[in-house]
């Protein structure tokens, strides 16, 4: 087994502490001393490490999203399997990264300070949702011929798809008036979306 490099170690502890303190304090309220004491490292070597909150904060975002395996499907062989069997992988690996209240609480604290600190958002567009967009958008052309009609916008029905599994598994969540989806109703969701996606766009 590879052994982890102190640096790195510590880097994830910091990392993990910091997805804690954000998520309890919200971004304003976060101070490098709280997330130095629960990882159990010196305020420097946060500095050291990350230079500022806000590549911090970034960090801690990244992490987050290199738990979306839609850029690793997108990557791999899904594809050929054709558009109804890749989209229903590539739906329920989106489907499933929402199901953590950890996700959903991050989610809902970029929307919260986003007005106040508008950089915020745009980390956090910038280190997962920009490269899950562009993955998908590169997917659907590998579809198109195999189930798939040619989509002159693929942006736009890549925004389509996720909108279709987002609002039924999501928002509501975000805004705190309803609890995780079960396995159940996840499946019925990213169905029910692939369902209306091929409606428009599938050529057989």
Do not use: C
């Not at 106040?116 to 956090?124: E, G, M, Y």
């Not at 995780?180 to 050529?203: C, E, H, K």
């Amino acid at each position: 087994m590879r052994s982890v490099k102190p640096a790195q170690s510590k880097r994830q502890a910091i990392i993990a502490a910091a997805t804690q303190a954000f998520l309890a304090d919200g971004y304003e309220g976060t101070k490098l001393e709280t997330i130095a004491s629960s990882a159990g490292a010196a305020r420097r070597t946060i500095y050291n490490l990350f230079e500022s909150k806000e590549a911090l904060f970034e960090a801690t975002v990244e992490a987050l999203w290199e738990r979306m395996e839609v850029p690793a499907i997108t990557g791999r062989e899904a594809a050929a399997r054709g558009a109804r069997a890749g989209l229903m992988v590539l739906g329920q690996a989106v489907a499933d990264f929402w199901t953590p209240a950890e996700t959903v609480s991050l989610m809902r604290m970029v929307i919260s300070e986003g007005q106040r600190f508008p950089d915020l958002a745009k980390r956090f567009f910038a280190a997962g949702k920009s490269p899950t967009l562009r993955a998908v958008a590169d997917f659907l052309k590998q579809l198109e011929g195999k189930g798939l009609r040619h989509i002159d916008d693929r942006n736009l029905a890549t925004r389509q798809f996720l909108g279709l599994i987002n609002e039924p598994l999501l928002w509501a969540r975000v805004i705190g008036v309803e609890n995780a989806p079960t396995v159940r109703q996840r499946d019925a969701a990213v169905t029910a979306a692939v369902d209306m996606f091929l409606a428009q766009y599938g050529s057989d």
